[in-house]
C-alpha cells in the first residue's frame, strides 16, 4: 500500500509548497488558528488550476465544538455544495450531539451530498471528542465515511498509538483511518510502523514576519511565541516527512 501523507494547508500559497515539495493530497482551510475553518472558493480553485493536487475541502462553520446550529448546518451544506461545484476532491467535516455521540441525522445528509458527486466523505477531528470510539467508527462505517482523521483522542497522534492501532486492526479494511496531530517527519513513520495505517496528516508549519501586525496601539498578532508571525507550509519540511515515510 502506497504510504500517502496529506498535508493541512490554510491559503492556496500553502497549497502550490505542497506541489512544489512533490506532495500529492492536502486538506484546504482558512483559520488554522483556530483549528481550520472552511476554506475559500478562491482558494479552492486557484489550487484546481495552477496545481494536479487532490484537494479536501474542509467545512467547519466556526471555532469551538461541532454541535452546530440549524442556521450553521445550512451554512455548511451549502458551503459543501458550492466547494463540491468547484471541484473539491472530497470534504473533511463533523457534526456531534451534545452528549458527545455522532449526529447521525446530519452526518448522513453530508455524505449523501458529497456521494451525489462522486467525491471522498472525511470525518475530522471531531472524531476524537466522541466517548466512545469503537461506536463512533461504526456508525461513520455504516453511514459509508471514507476516511476518518483522528490523533486516537489523545492531544498527539504520538500518545494515541494504541487505539489508532486498534482502530485499524479491527476496522481498517472498512475505513481509512488517517493520523494526524503533532506528526511530523521525526515520527511519521513511527505512526505507521507502529499501528500499520498508511496515511497521516501534517501541518509542516513555518513562521513568517510581517512587520505590520502590531502598530503603536494595535496589535493583530495571533500566537503568544511569535510577536509578527504568520504560519505557511514549509517546503522543506513538506519534503522531509515524504522522504521519512519511504519504505
Known amino acids: 500500500m502506497e504510504r500517502i501523507v ?19 493530497r492536502i486538506e484546504l482551510n482558512s483559520a488554522l488558528y483556530m ?8 482558494s479552492l480553485m486557484m ?75 472525511v470525518f475530522h477531528r471531531a472524531f476524537d471528542c466522541v466517548n466512545d470510539p469503537y461506536q463512533a467508527i461504526e456508525t461513520l462505517i455504516s453511514l459509508k465515511v471514507d476516511r476518518i482523521l483522528t490523533s486516537g483522542l489523545k492531544a498527539k497522534a504520538i500518545d494515541g498509538l494504541a487505539l489508532i492501532k486498534d482502530l485499524q486492526d479491527k476496522y481498517g479494511d472498512k475505513i481509512q483511518i488517517l493520523a494526524g496531530s503533532g506528526v511530523n517527519s ?3 513513520k513511527e505512526i505507521m510502523d507502529k499501528t500499520g495505517i498508511y496515511q497521516v496528516h501534517s501541518s509542516c508549519k513555518e513562521w513568517l ?32 516527512i515524504l522522504d521519512s515515510v519511504k519504505f
Open 209 to 240: 514576519n510581517d512587520m505590520t501586525t502590531k502598530g503603536d496601539s494595535v496589535s493583530y498578532s495571533y500566537d503568544i511565541d511569535h510577536e509578527y508571525g504568520y504560519d505557511v507550509v514549509s517546503k522543506q519540511k513538506v519534503k522531509d
Open 186 to 188: 521525526s515520527n511519521a
Open 35 to 42: 483549528g481550520g475553518l472552511t476554506c475559500s472558493v478562491a
Open 47 to 121: 489550487c484546481k488550476k495552477h496545481t494536479p493536487l487532490e484537494v479536501i475541502c474542509m467545512v467547519r462553520p466556526r471555532g469551538a465544538g461541532f454541535c452546530y446550529s440549524q442556521y450553521e448546518i445550512d451554512q455548511m451544506m451549502l458551503e459543501a455544495a458550492t466547494l463540491l461545484e468547484k471541484g473539491a476532491d472530497g470534504i473533511a467535516f463533523g457534526f456531534l450531539n451534545e452528549d458527545h455521540t455522532i449526529d447521525v441525522n446530519n452526518t448522513k445528509k453530508m455524505i449523501e451530498l458529497i456521494k451525489s458527486y462522486g467525491k471522498q466523505a
Open 6 to 24: 496529506e498535508i493541512c494547508c490554510g491559503s492556496f500559497e500553502d497549497a502550490y509548497n505542497v506541489y512544489k515539495a512533490k506532495g500529492k
